[in-house]
């Protein structure tokens, strides 16, 4: 956003003394959605100024426009149309191509706010968060282990070990047993390898403490937090819900120390198996005691984890030194200790086979994640049944089935990576395939090979769900023909232009199919992971081995699964680092991927502290203080004008109001997922009560879609007998059947995208700004603090919109 970012400051119009000449202005705050705008497109000119912000995000005015609550009777007929643009957030610099590699973090992340709506039910709401929080932890174990897996085990342990391996790649000579040096025995291998996941921990620390200190850490309004009412109403109401500093601060040293719990694991389990095969009674004693000191810690990282969730009703700004530094360091220090303890001379300790205690791990670890997963889904199911919400995604087991969908995506990546490595270290075909001394590399534990080895079914499962849907649309844009010519009265009829509408509305109704595909997709997910696993337990080698023997079909074919599960993990993972590393280069595709990371980083990380930051513990406080301080000083009207994501963000922002502030904003959402998507994934911060909340509390509010639209679409609130309706009938688009003389070229397919060039955007502009009270005499002293939010009692009456 290079144009964002250039803009000049304006000599401080937010805080200009309106005109004691008349009311002043109206203002229009524009939020745009996915993907980010500039403040030029926004604006409609060329020429901008950056009003209020940083770099970062900021609010953005035309230049003609700085100063205009000096001179309201320029704008007694239109708005003053302000642009918050916040793109940078989600797609600044290029190191936030790394957050691809948070993926599996940010999708546990969004299933504890997938939670069903649980009126009366706080022991079940708190176990659903203590559950998804354990998934999130066991996704952190799974990483760091990934990469104690291809230092310690693959690279010093397996090829360290092997003359044959290590003579190949001159960087690992000096570990080789062939020169008989001191990093030659295999305690000293493994401990220097320990530096990977080691340093991979403190990425993950540094990389959270510094989007903690940025996004984590924005004040929100006093008044909102002295509030008692804000505690009884929807959740996005409440004063804590957009600080989440304590419990991020609290769940980051909890999941450092686990990180460096599981170093310390991998190092210790393999040098004390060891020492009790060879007698050493000292260094058998001091195995077992750290062994028994890193259960210690495991059992207090999870007791911190379990122990407390958010603080959503009141501000909460305390931290705990104990949880946030000492955990860390005490694991840190075990660490240490567990590296001189490998690294202690055993000159008779010879590598072979793979390291111990990684197979067993590892299984542990997908047999708890899969127990997690059920337990969840039963908890999830049991909170729905008692108080069911209509529309709700899956019956309430949206947030069991992204879980599930998390822990394969960690799976895939730790497997993924396993397999490339191995496949490089080892230079022949598929570790594990063959047998006897060609193999220098036996390759990663056997059950991330099973793992790898259902991907294929996996695959085979998604293009039959494809197949299935692409069928299923054709056949409805088949049925939407005859509804599109009937939406245009009077054209004559173009087969190939009605059939390329009804396509975009068939199309755009797969969102509404999503619920079924992830059913679909989890359940296979959770089907085959348990396979996997069983195999793995039951046979303990890999799956070409397990079917030797077998019916000559059979053999084949899991001989070929191994093969391309094989083949497609470690494609798969090049395909990962070759996106992240465009990303880092090329803005563009970074700002890909910042579109993923506009709807998967909305929710605060509230199960895991290594997830990508929530962008909206920034932006709600921005449009918050922006709306309240505005209407503060100057008593004018104002509408939040939000397309998409932005809809999302300003419904937040309105909710974090004073009750008198929001009585005076009118609200213009379009292209707006709050119902279709996040009503239904998110049906306690987003269901029918909440929305309706919304619509009572603000003065007014309309809401327009469009049939082609796959992302926005009603809000479905039904108002009081009457009142005006939120939702707009659906806009035609395109605008314009075929060639007319005012429109003599074919008009786009718009979708979900400028909604602006529709003329009833204007027109239901003007409607809400004409239906909001008449604008309060401004004050003229300092007045209150901006976070008051008071206007005149007697100018804070609503409309019956």
Known sequence: MPAASSAP??????????????????????????????????????????????????????????????????????????????????????????????LPFMVVNLAHWMRPNTHGHPRLTRLYGVLVRLLAVSLTFLLVAAACEVALDLTAWQCGGSDACSGKKSWLGFLSTAHGGWWSQPGRRIALAAVVPTALTGLLWYLSHRTWSAYESQQPLPSLAEDPDTASGPALGRPGFWYGRRLVARLRAAHTAAGFLTVSAALTVATARYDRSAANSLLDTLGWTLQGAIALGGAIVIWVICRRGR?????????????????????????????????????????????????????????????????????????????????????????????????????????????????????????????????????????????????????????????????????????????????????????????????????????????????????????????????????????GRAAKGMPTPIEALTHASQALGSWLIGFGFLLFVTWGRRAYRDPKARRTIGILWDVGTFWPRAAHPFAPPCYAERAVPDLTWRMATWTERTGGRLVISGHSQGSVLAAAAVWQLPPRTRHRVAMLTYGAPLERLYGRWFPAYFGPYCLRHLHDEVDCWRNLWRHTDPIGGPVRVVPDEGCHPVDHPALRDPLVYGRTREQPLPAPILGHSEYQADPEFAIERDNLLARLPSPAVPRQNSGPHPGDGGVDQGSSGRSSG
């Open 9 to 102: 400051d304006a000599p401080a119009p937010p805080h200009a003394t309106p005109s004691p000449d008349g009311p002043a202005p109206a203002l229009e705050l524009l939020v745009h959605g996915v993907g980010g705008a500039t403040p030029e497109e926004m604006l409609g000119d060329p020429r901008t100024v950056r009003v209020t912000g940083d770099h970062t995000a900021a609010i953005f005015r035309r230049t003609e426009d700085v100063g205009a609550e000096e001179r309201p009777a320029d704008y007694r007929e239109k708005p003053v149309p302000e642009a918050y643009v916040w793109s940078n957030l989600t797609s600044g610099n290029g190191i936030r191509a790394l957050w691809l590699l948070l």
């Open 311 to 543: 603080s959503e009703t009141r501000f909460d700004d305390a931290l705990g030194k104990a949880e946030t530094t000492l955990l860390p360091a005490l694991a840190l220090t075990g660490l240490a200790l567990a590296v001189l303890y490998a690294g202690w001379s055993r000159p008779e300790w010879r590598s072979s086979g793979q390291l111990a205690g990684g197979a067993r791990g590892f299984g542990l670890l997908a047999l708890a994640q899969l127990i997690l997963v059920l337990t969840l889904a039963a908890v999830a199911l049991r909170l729905h049944h008692r108080a069911p919400v209509a529309r709700t995604a899956m019956k309430g087991l949206a947030g069991p089935a992204v879980a599930m969908l998390a822990c394969a995506l960690g799976g895939v990546m730790s497997g993924g990576i396993a397999q490339r490595v191995a496949d490089w270290l080892d230079g022949s075909a598929t570790p594990g395939m063959t047998a006897g001394p060609a193999e220098t590399v036996l390759g990663p534990p056997v059950v991330l090979t099973w793992q790898a080895s259902v991907i294929p079914a996996l695959l085979l499962v998604l293009v039959l769900l494809g197949l299935f849907y692409g069928v299923r649309t054709w056949r409805l844009r088949n049925a939407l023909t005859s509804r599109v010519e009937d939406d245009y009265p009077g054209e004559r009829p173009d087969p190939v232009r009605t059939g390329r509408i009804a396509l975009a509305r068939a199309a755009a109704a797969l969102t509404d199919s999503a619920p079924r595909m992830i059913v679909v997709l989890s359940g296979a997910t959770l089907v085959l992971g348990g396979i996997a696993l069983l195999g793995a337990f039951l046979y303990d080698v890999v799956p």
